[in-house]
Each structure stands twice: as C-alpha cells, then as structure tokens.
C-alpha cells in the first residue's frame, strides 16, 4: 500500500505561483495513476488534474487549464502540481491521490489512497 505526503502549501498573492508535491513511500508510484484534487471550505472536495502512470498523459478541469501543470518523476516517487496566476478562487486545501487500476478518472470515489493534504491560500 502506498502512503502520500503533501508539501508546498501556503499563503500567496493573486497572481503568484507555488508548486506542490507529493511523494509516495511503501509502493512504486509508478504503479499509479496521480490525481490532485481540493476542497474549499464548505465546498464539495472537487477534482484538479489527474496524470497517468508514465506522464504522458495529464488532464485538468476547465478553470485550471493553462495556469497548473501536473508532472511526475517516477524514479523520485514523486509528483507534482505546478500552480502559476493563482486566483483567490483557488484557495482550498489540496490533495494528491493514487489510483491503481487503469485510466484517469475524475472523481474522488475513483482513487484508492489519499495524502493529508496542504493548504493554499490565495490573497487578493
């Protein structure tokens, strides 16, 4: 079973950028599919972007299409969300999560393991 830990939350200005990261231990991260997602308060947790196991493949809701970029270093165990021109939309605490069987899905039910999550905050 693989464990997920988040990092590079915190608190930026309109317009900025911050990159998270996730690293998995306890199983290859290649194994899986990688799907960031996030919750603001009092909001459904809603989906990001997912990446398939190789990265060649990366899909993303429509309001961060152009502004984040997902990658992965499979040999780091690693995966990453990339966030430029961040909106105050954007705050939420965000999630990264692995999927083991195929495809890239888009909802939360979808994904097997669940890192703690970080909190972006977004000023205007």
């Known amino acids: 079973q693989v464990q997920l830990v988040e990092s590079g939350g915190g608190l930026v200005q309109a317009g900025g950028s911050l990159r998270l990261s996730c690293v998995a231990s306890?199983?290859?991260?290649?194994?899986?599919?990688m799907g960031w997602f996030r919750q603001a308060p009092g909001k459904e947790r809603e989906f990001v972007g997912a990446i398939n196991r190789s990265g060649s493949s990366a899909y993303y809701r429509d309001s961060v299409k152009g502004r984040f970029t997902i990658s992965r270093d499979n040999a780091n165990n690693t995966a990453r969300l990339q966030m430029n021109s961040l909106k105050p939309e954007d705050t939420a605490v965000y999630y990264c999560?692995?999927?083991?069987?195929?495809?890239?899905?888009?909802?939360?039910?979808?994904?097997?393991?669940w890192g703690q999550g970080t909190q972006v905050t977004v000023s205007s």
């Open positions: 306890g199983r290859a991260l290649s194994a899986y599919a």
């Open positions: 999560a692995a999927r083991l069987a195929g495809g890239v899905p888009n909802t939360v039910a979808a994904y097997d393991h």
